[in-house]
């Protein structure tokens, strides 16, 4: 379904919204309810250790506790009362020989981040320990080199934990989804472990593929699940060693919904908390308008906005507030337009304004000459202490992903678009109205530097003429305080170069 929307900048923007459901690679996948639901296989190996490989596409809908990453803690256990949701439990150093100089690692896996455990006698110490933002469908690998894991996040080393100080650290391949000290709330997909250390060119060409015995590294699986059964609590190994595993507690079969191209996947991004402002609506001229709550990373990538190579879209950011006291957000605004999986080129940081603010932000970006047709990733990042990189997790604030949609030429469209974009306020709106302690005065375009270099004047005045508030258009959008003015009916009255603009504003408690 579609809606158009009306936004008053003197020329038209239509806006359509309509849902889009992403793709998917088919089959399907596990999911586990975070309190005894497992996956179990009999056959725990005892000979591999210190170098291997532990992948799965993961999609947590809980938190866990992520610990500071050390060498001799028992925090994975329950007795300190954290959250530890086990995607792969690592069975007791015991099992494999000396307790005291064995460990088998295993890992938690969460919406907000990733730990590494290694679990011996007296010993189960977040030896790898991540914060960061997993929502949606996301690929997670954790290598083990020389007992030294690292994490790999859509095929992107994201954290290097500690060297293990035990002789041998063997690889968990037994309990999945959960064990004796806690349970994986989420779905999972692809599980595959190796016998050895795979490099990130390694891990990026096999992520985004189902594996046969005709890869060339097929013969180092101990483990491969792709969970593509329909029925039935036996869940199939599909690596040499047919190590069949059997669901318990009810597991359910859902859809997978590993992205059907996953060739270029996104850094994480986001923040824990919003109480000091975060997104509360981005809307594109000719594209969509979309409002939110807090989410701490949402992925919007189904709301686009189309436009060509030297063509400009205009965007505005309105932050939103849970707390009365804020001082201000700092936008900033990223675009892949090469479309490489990353932020990280000349001009793909696209809006970043040295100040914060905490109204309606409007500005345009232009479309780069010779940037290719397809969909390009536009990510809109608020932060309260400063700007946000277009990667890693912050405190404060809030990431949010759209899309845009770079297409061939539309000669007379394009030029309707820009001449609307490309402007600094020829006509004005005033809101809210009736206004309490506040009234917002928003000009029309998007051209904020113009609006910046050619400011224009304003009052505020009763019904007597008496003039209560003089000052200058300094942007596009600015905020004036009412909270000492009497309640009753006032005129704002804006002198543009044509002839002044009068709108009535009522003023109430």
Not at 265 to 289: M, R
Not at 340 to 357: C, I, L, S
Not at 384 to 404: L, M, R
Request: contains cysteine; glycine residues 10%; proline residues 4%.
């Amino acid at each position: 379904m579609k809606r158009v929307i009306t936004i008053l900048t003197g020329l038209v923007c239509l806006i359509a919204v309509s849902a889009q459901t992403p793709g998917s690679n088919g089959g399907n996948a596990l999911r586990f309810d975070g309190v005894d639901d497992a996956m179990l296989s009999v056959n725990q190996q005892t000979t591999v250790y210190n170098n291997f490989t532990i992948e799965a596409w993961v999609n947590p809908t809980a938190a866990i506790t992520v610990y500071n990453q050390n060498i001799g803690s028992t925090e994975g256990s329950p007795f300190y009362g954290g959250s530890n949701r086990y995607l792969i439990f690592p069975p007791y150093g015991g099992y494999f020989g000396n307790a005291d100089t064995y460990a088998s690692a295993g890992l938690t896996v969460g919406n907000n981040g990733v730990c590494v455990f290694e679990h011996g006698n007296y010993y189960m110490p977040p030896i790898l320990a991540w914060s960061g933002i997993i929502i949606g469908w996301t690929h997670i690998a954790v290598v083990y080199t020389n007992r030294q894991p690292e994490l790999y996040v859509n095929g992107v080393k994201v954290k290097t934990g500690l060297t293990s100080h035990r002789l041998k650290v063997f690889v968990a391949d037994s309990e999945f989804g959960g064990g004796a000290y806690g349970h994986y709330q989420g779905s999972v997909d692809e599980i595959r472990i190796w016998g050895i250390a795979l490099s990130e060119a390694q891990i990026k060409e096999r992520m985004c593929r189902r594996l046969t015995n005709t890869d060339a590294l097929f013969q180092h699986l101990i483990n491969y699940y792709r969970l593509d059964e329909s029925a039935g609590d036996s869940v199939m190994d599909y690596s040499s060693l047919g190590n069949t595993a059997v669901l318990l507690n009810g597991p359910v079969r859902v859809e997978s919904g590993i992205p059907a191209d996953c060739s270029v996947l996104y850094c994480t991004a986001g923040a824990d908390n919003g109480n000091k402002g975060f997104i509360g609506n981005v809307a594109a001229c000719y594209g969509f308008d979309h409002s939110s709550g807090f989410s701490g990373y949402a992925d919007y990538s189904n709301f686009t906005v189309t436009s060509a190579p030297g063509k400009l879209i205009g965007l505005s950011i309105t932050p939103a507030y849970n707390l009365a006291d804020h001082t201000g957000l700092y936008i900033t605004v990223y675009v892949d337009w090469n479309a490489d999986g990353d932020f990280a080129d000349a001009g793909e940081m696209v809006f970043a304004p040295t100040y914060p603010t905490n109204v309606k932000t409007k500005f345009y970006v232009r479309v780069p000459a010779g940037t290719t047709a397809g969909t390009k990733k536009m990510r809109v990042t608020v932060r309260s202490d400063k700007h946000a990189a277009a990667c890693g997790a912050f405190g404060f604030g809030e990431a949010e992903d759209y899309s845009i949609n770079i297409a061939e030429e539309r000669p007379g469209l394009n030029a309707i678009e820009d001449e609307a974009v490309d402007d600094a306020g020829k006509t004005f709106s005033v809101y809210p109205n009736p206004a309490v302690n506040q009234f917002v005065i928003e000009r029309s375009g998007y051209n904020e530097l113009m609006a910046r270099q050619a400011p224009v004047q304003m009052t505020l005045s009763d019904v007597h003429g008496k003039i209560l508030i003089k000052a200058s258009l300094t942007s596009l959008v600015q905020q004036f305080n009412t909270s000492n003015i009497a309640p009753g009916v006032y005129f704002v009255t804006i002198f543009n170069s044509d002839h002044p603009v009068v709108s009535r504003i009522v003023i109430s408690r």
